[in-house]
């Protein structure tokens, strides 16, 4: 079974608050991991850990770069 993600765990994992979070999906949602709605509920958004993983891997490769 993969290792599914919910907000307060996706904060501790990005060292964010979840208020940072929550917000950022509203206002900037490049800022977040690509999410997933658990039976298509809306409410219920959560994150796989490989995906959070492969995300922060992509924007740390991203600001490598862009500082050479």
Do not use: C, F, H
């Not at 904060?11 to 208020?19: P, T, Y």
């Not at 796989?48 to 993983?53: I, M, P, Q, S």
Request: hydrophobic share 40%; charged share 30%; aromatic share 4%.
């Amino acid at each position: 079974m993969e290792d599914i993600l919910d907000i307060d765990q996706l904060a501790v994992l990005m060292g964010d608050s979840v208020d940072i979070i929550e917000r950022n999906m509203k206002q900037n949602p490049i800022q977040v991991p690509p999410l997933i709605y658990v039976r298509g509920n809306p409410a219920l958004k959560r994150w796989r850990l490989d995906t959070v993983e492969a995300w922060v891997r992509g924007r740390e490769a991203g600001r490598s770069s862009t500082k050479r």
